[in-house]
Antibody, heavy 119, light 108 residues
C-alpha cells in the first residue's frame, strides 16, 4: 500500500516562493506518476503538473508553466513542488497524488498542505 | 489544451433518487476519463477509471458510461453518504490531466 506524507502548513508573502514535499512509502517510487493538485477556497480541483521519476521528465499545466517546478528524488522517495511569484489567488490546499503505472488515475493522495499567501 | 465541462454545477436530490452527472470534453478523449468524489477536509477518492471501471470498495450503485466527448456518472439510488463534490478527469499518455469544474451534490 502506498502512503504519501506531505510537509506542513506554509504562510507566505506575495511574490515569494513555496516548496511543498511529498514523501512516499510503499510501491515502486521510480515508476509512479507523481502529481500535484490544488483546491483554492470555494474552487474546484486543479492539476498543476506531475513527474514520472524513472524518466525525470516533468509535465506542467499550461496555466502554471514557468511558475511551477516539480522534482523527484528517487533516493529519498520524495517529490517536491515549488511555486514561485506567489499571489493571494495561490492560497489553497495542495495535494500530491500518485498514479501507479500502468494506470492513469490518482489512486493515492497525500493529506494536503495548506499554503496561505497574504501580505 | 482540452477543456472539460460538467453539468449541473450543483444538484440537490432525495435519498433513493437516481442521480446523473454529465461531463463533456472539448475534443475526443476516447475513454480516457476518470471520476472522483471529494468531501470537505478529506483527500479526493477515485470512484471510476477509464469511463466505467468501478474501483475496489466503491459501491455498485455508482456507474459510468460514455466515450469520445460525452460521459456520465450515475448513482442508481442516492445515499446520505454520497454527498460531496464530483469531478471528472481526463488524461493523456504524456501524462497530462485535466479536471472538470465539479458538481456539488446535496441531499434534499
Amino acid at each position: 500500500q502506498v502512503q504519501l506524507v506531505q510537509s506542513g502548513v506554509e504562510v507566505k508573502k506575495p511574490g515569494s516562493s513555496v516548496r511543498v514535499s511529498c514523501k512516499a512509502s510503499g510501491g515502486i517510487f521510480s515508476s509512479f506518476s507523481i502529481n500535484w493538485v490544488r483546491q483554492a477556497p470555494g474552487q474546484g480541483l486543479q492539476w498543476l503538473g506531475g513527474i514520472v521519476p524513472i524518466s525525470n521528465l516533468p509535465r506542467y499545466a499550461q496555466m502554471f508553466q514557468g511558475r511551477v517546478t516539480i522534482t523527484a528524488d528517487t533516493f529519498t522517495t520524495t517529490a517536491y513542488m515549488e511555486l514561485s511569484t506567489l499571489r493571494s489567488e495561490d492560497t489553497a490546499v495542495y495535494y500530491c497524488a500518485v498514479a501507479a503505472r500502468p494506470d492513469y488515475f490518482f489512486a493515492y493522495w497525500g493529506q494536503g498542505t495548506l499554503v496561505s499567501v497574504s501580505s | 489544451d482540452i477543456q472539460m465541462t460538467q453539468s449541473p454545477s450543483s444538484l440537490s436530490a432525495s435519498v433513493g433518487d437516481r442521480v446523473t452527472i454529465t461531463c463533456q470534453a472539448s475534443q475526443d478523449i476516447s475513454r480516457y476519463l476518470n471520476w472522483y468524489q471529494h468531501k470537505p477536509g478529506k483527500a479526493p477518492k477515485v470512484l471510476i477509471s477509464d469511463v466505467s471501471n468501478l474501483k475496489a470498495g466503491v459501491p455498485s450503485r455508482f456507474s459510468g458510461s460514455g466515450s469520445g466527448t460525452h460521459f456520465t456518472l450515475t448513482i442508481s439510488s442516492l445515499q446520505p453518504e454520497d454527498i460531496g463534490t464530483y469531478y471528472c478527469q481526463q488524461y493523456d499518455h504524456l501524462p497530462q490531466f485535466t479536471f472538470g469544474p465539479g458538481t456539488k451534490l446535496e441531499i434534499k
